[in-house]
């Protein structure tokens, strides 16, 4: 069954350090997407991707974060200059035209 | 500002016996509505969804009811079984423009089926 794989499963990072967190979406997949959950609180949306660029983004996803689909598999998070805050689960996520599958997630510490 | 929301943080149930986890919105531009289920150190999993023209869509041991006057939905799980064992979330979507859903989730509700 195909699946959303994201890498790495978790990731330490120095505060003010970039981060890339990586995602393969589904292969036939067109919406890409990437959700982030704080310990203890809920899911929350980052940002969707379609056709190459972002269709549409929350209020967390500011100047510090980026997006990219580099090679036409891969779909990456980029957090530029991480804060402790940034700490927490972030899920990629793919969809066709029905429900969107979502990948095991990457753990971002922040120290 | 809480478009989707699940009341009750936890449940807990007998095995065998019935589960309903019930979500509310406030959104009226929703139109698509799902329920995940999510494992510890997991990603939410897909489990059942709706479509805002419909009022009940089933599969298996789960069925999902929506409530448009209401602005609620509900999953009942039947008969429960403890591998349910797990926190569901509740979430819903509009489409945009480009068509792609932006998916709006409930806090989650802890479901516990004790055997």
């Known amino acids: 069954e195909p699946e959303v794989t994201q890498t790495p499963s978790h990731q330490v990072t120095q505060m003010g350090q970039e981060v890339i967190l990586r995602c393969v979406p589904i292969?036939?997949?067109?919406?890409f997407y990437w959700y982030r959950q704080i310990l203890g609180q809920k899911v929350e949306f980052l940002v969707s991707?379609?056709?190459?660029?972002?269709?549409?983004k929350s209020e967390i996803f500011d100047d510090q974060f980026s997006v990219e689909r580099p090679d036409g598999s891969n779909f990456t998070l980029k957090i530029r200059s991480t804060k402790l805050e940034d700490s927490a689960m972030y899920f990629c996520?793919?969809?066709?035209?029905?429900?969107?599958?979502f990948g095991q997630g990457t753990r971002l510490t922040v120290v | 500002d809480q478009q989707v929301k699940q009341n009750s943080p936890s449940l807990s149930v007998q095995e065998g016996r019935i589960s309903i986890l019930n979500c509310d919105y406030t959104n009226s531009m929703f139109d698509y509505f799902l329920w995940y289920k999510k494992y510890p150190a997991e990603g939410p999993t897909f489990l059942i969804s709706i479509s805002s023209i419909k009022d009940k869509n089933e599969d298996g041991r789960f069925t999902v009811f929506l409530n448009k006057s209401a602005k609620h939905l509900s999953l009942h799980i039947v008969p429960s079984q403890p591998g349910d064992s797990a926190v569901y979330f509740c979430?819903?979507?509009?489409?945009?423009?480009?068509?792609?859903?932006?998916?709006?989730f409930g806090k989650g509700m802890k479901l516990t089926v004790n055997p």
């Open positions: 996520a793919s969809s066709g035209y029905t429900e969107a599958f």
């Open positions: 991707f379609y056709n190459n660029e972002i269709s549409e």
């Open positions: 979430a819903a979507s509009a489409k945009s423009r480009s068509g792609s859903e932006k998916l709006v």
């Open positions: 292969s036939n997949h067109l919406y």
